[in-house]
């Protein structure tokens, strides 16, 4: 009896100490912007008969005069914008993408669930493919690196196919909602434009 007594109040103090080192749902984690920017959507995409909501992506139209992506082996944003103008008829840049390069986004919100993102390409070879990787972020560090899959691109500007992946086990890992989207250019060179996501469940 008298051992178990003790080994009750070992558990009763090791709880009230776990419970005085709870850490609050939302910290530690990277901020996302603001609700207002994770509201901004619309059909970009209804030219081409996509009827669902997007968000520009942050930098995703890549007319900065200094580009918030993270671009390394000779990515480079360049004169030339897509024809079709879905983010603005003023726009005049995009993403050149050599083999072998990459670029990331900055973090951004999304909602768990069915997510896609689409954004305009081409390849100035005439043939050419992109990977597509989700990135799940925190202060403690990258949590899981998720495939969404590999685009191909042809020399004529034109909308990706829908980049899909299921991100609801992403809360499983950790209560964030901080992603950021890494494109690599794995064969020949891209150009790519005027990213978009949409990050709602029900679409």
Known sequence: ??????????????????????????????????????????????????????????????????????????????????????????????????????????????????????FMGRSPSNSSAIRVTVTVNSLLGVLSILDGGTVSNNGTWKPSTKVALLLTNVTGLLTTKAISLRFTATSGASQIDDVYLDPFKDT
């Open 1 to 118: 009896m008298a051992t178990r007594l003790r080994r009750l109040i070992g558990l009763t103090g090791l709880l009230a100490l776990l419970a005085g080192l709870a850490i609050p749902a939302n910290a530690g984690l990277i901020g996302t912007g603001t609700s207002g920017y994770c509201a901004s959507a619309s059909t970009v995409f209804l030219p081409w008969a996509d009827k669902s909501n997007y968000m520009l992506t942050p930098g995703g139209s890549f007319e900065e005069s200094t580009t918030t992506w993270k671009l390394s082996g000779g990515a480079k944003v360049m004169s030339g914008n897509e024809p079709y103008f879905i983010h603005s008829r003023s726009d005049s840049r995009s993403l050149y993408m050599p083999a072998g390069s990459s670029a990331t986004t900055p973090t951004m919100c999304f909602a768990p669930g069915d997510w896609h993102l689409r």
